[in-house]
């Protein structure tokens, strides 16, 4: 491993994170394609992922300050007598936000194994990336929803979890699924953008905390504090660059241009499979 490999591969990661097309599935042919052994990549990839997760913060820090300083004051107005009273925006998306995180940490606990089986199924890759792509398109086609924060309710938290969820699947993208969950459940699409990017969060931080442990079995490798450095300095900028353009593909209405990339990927990783 080189810094050269770091960066690529936080590069890819930074991007794939965050434009709906599925990171896990492009960090695993990529990998392959620089020959880094899974061995050598874990430590690595947790801390790319750590890498993405600095670009939300980046990107969205007035919002994650706000919903801390208004989740603590409402647990303390509880705490004191006062009540659970959720009286403006960040309140909302605090509670919104819990709500989300569990059916997916749920769904990461309970399927953990079934998910992990299909990473070595480039079969199964193909074809959600397919979904992806479908699923994007419809979403993209749909009436755009008029729903605010002013509108949400738990169960339409729950069902944009459900859909994070399903993105554990390699070729699902976690971007793309919560914000199709999100405008199928008429968010519009400035709310299901933010929405989908701040409960990445608890996402990311909770599947880090758990590869740590497997990382950590497999030791550091031969990475030195260089080559760990510029992979996550490459995953925070391309994180970043790939959150900006999302949200203004999302904008301009130009969400399905990603259909194609991800049919075009799918149709091959499928084409490949089935000719080995």
């Known amino acids: 491993m080189n810094i050269i490999k770091a960066i690529i591969l936080g590069i890819v990661q930074g991007l794939t994170e965050f434009l709906p097309v599925s990171s896990s599935g492009h960090l695993a042919v990529v990998q392959h394609l620089l020959k880094v052994p899974e061995d050598r990549i874990l430590f690595l990839t947790v801390l790319l992922h750590f890498g993405t997760l600095l670009s939300v913060f980046f990107i969205y820090s007035k919002d994650i300050i706000m919903i801390t300083v208004e989740f603590a004051k409402m647990l303390f107005e509880l705490i004191t007598g006062k009540g659970l009273r959720v009286n403006n925006e960040y309140r909302t998306l605090g509670i919104m936000i819990i709500v989300a995180t569990i059916p997916t940490g749920l769904m990461g606990i309970l399927f953990k194994d079934v998910f992990a089986s299909f990473y070595s199924s480039t079969l199964i890759i193909g074809i959600s990336l397919l979904i992806t792509g479908t699923l994007l398109w419809f979403a993209e086609k749909a009436n755009s929803g008029k729903r605010n924060i002013k509108s949400m309710r738990w169960y339409d938290a729950a069902i944009v979890g459900i859909f994070q969820g399903f993105a554990i699947t390699p070729g699902i993208s976690r971007s793309g699924s919560t914000i199709v969950g999100s405008l199928f459940r008429g968010f519009n699409k400035e709310l299901a953008t933010r929405f989908s990017f701040l409960i990445s969060i608890p996402a990311i931080l909770g599947a880090t905390v758990f590869e740590v442990k497997d990382a950590m079995a497999m030791g550091l490798g031969d990475f ?29 209405e130009k969400l399905y241009y990603f259909s ?16 080995k």
Do not use: C, E
């Open 224 to 252: 030195t504090f260089g080559i760990l450095l510029a992979g996550i300095l490459s995953a925070f900028l391309a994180g970043i660059l790939a959150i900006r353009t999302l949200i203004n593909f999302i904008k301009k």
């Open 260 to 275: 194609f990339y991800t049919w075009t990927v799918g149709a091959i990783v499928i084409i490949v499979s089935l000719l």
